[in-house]
DNA sequence: AACTCGGGGCA
DNA sequence: TGCCCAGAGTT
């Protein structure tokens, strides 16, 4: 696998965004801090059932104070149908904590510090820098990851590089909107099983489909 | 690099 | 029933 030529970046990024218009966050959330939450909760989890679990939680608790009211078996109990709520709990809880302690109970917005949040890795904070403070990030999670490695946006075995990658590739303008539509194509049609291939307009210049035909 | 956490939706 | 889902921490 190798990567693409730049002209052939552009025009990945143009057909993706033809085929996606509206691709953007699809979490429910008001605050930043709603928002760190939703994304904590989303791991291994569908959007969907975040959103469902977050709309009754946001109505009692949306701010570190609120959540400090709660035991963490409470929590658990409220955020256990989106999974691993043991850890979530924690993470959440551990995150209030430090946010009213350190950070008179806002959400920082650099990565570094975002990074030192229980519960918060590499991922959540560029979603959080992204969506809720209008920073230009990439966030790689499992669609991002797989979907820019088979087309040749990226290519590197784990997250981090394929992340230094995207950034290389990727003018930085565009990476919040690139990591939008990369996630879409990887629900949509570049599925980790049983991909859509005859759907999708890359075909020409992907990595993956000319190794599979 | 491998392992663990995990309930719910869907085939 | 088996497989999979907008990851992170520990060993």
């Known amino acids: 696998m190798k990567t693409l030529k730049k002209q052939e970046i552009r025009e990945v990024i143009d057909e993706l965004e033809k085929l996606y218009p509206n691709a953007e966050c699809e979490l429910n ?18 959007d969907k059932r975040v959103n469902i679990v977050t709309e009754k939680l946001f109505k009692d608790y949306n701010t570190p104070e609120d959540f400090l009211k709660l035991k963490e078996g409470e929590l658990e109990l409220l955020i256990k149908s989106t999974g691993f709520y043991r850890n979530k709990s924690k993470s959440i809880l551990g995150t209030s904590r430090i946010l009213v302690d350190k950070y008179n109970s806002q959400v920082p917005d650099t990565r570094e510090e975002l990074m030192k949040l229980p519960g918060v890795g590499r991922k959540t904070a560029n979603v959080v820098m992204s969506n809720a403070f209008g920073k230009e990030a990439i966030a790689v999670d499992t669609h991002v990851f797989r979907v820019s490695n088979r087309i040749g946006l990226a290519n590197s075995s784990n997250v981090d590089k394929t992340e230094e990658d995207l950034m290389k590739n990727i003018p930085e303008n565009e990476w919040s909107k690139a990591h939008h539509l990369l996630i879409f194509h990887g629900r949509r049609i570049c599925k980790a099983r049983n991909p859509q291939c005859e759907l999708c307009p890359l075909r020409g210049v992907c990595f993956y489909y000319k190794k599979t035909v």
């Open 29 to 46: 959330f008001t605050t930043p801090f709603e928002l760190l939450v939703a994304t904590i909760l989303s791991a291994q989890c569908t």
